[in-house]
């Protein structure tokens, strides 16, 4: 099932309490789960979508599941 813009905004806006929650910024989560920090940049601009591959890393770094990003529920 294709993840739709606003699912991807929803995403996004999960991830960057995230970021904050954890005391850190996109560019240190993209170096730390070996992602160019311009990556995140684009998902927040939305010229790129974070692929599955990649909102797995960043699932895993902060330690929730996919679904979280997708559904709100761990």
Known sequence: MPIVWSTILEIIDKI????MQNGISGAQLM????LSKGVYS???????????KNLKKVA???????EYF???ED
């Open 31 to 34: 170096r730390d789960i070996w």
């Open 70 to 72: 997708l559904t709100g």
């Open 42 to 52: 684009q998902w927040r601009s939305g010229l790129q979508r974070p692929s599955n």
């Open 60 to 66: 895993d770094y902060f330690g929730v599941t996919v």
């Open 16 to 19: 960057d309490k995230l970021i």
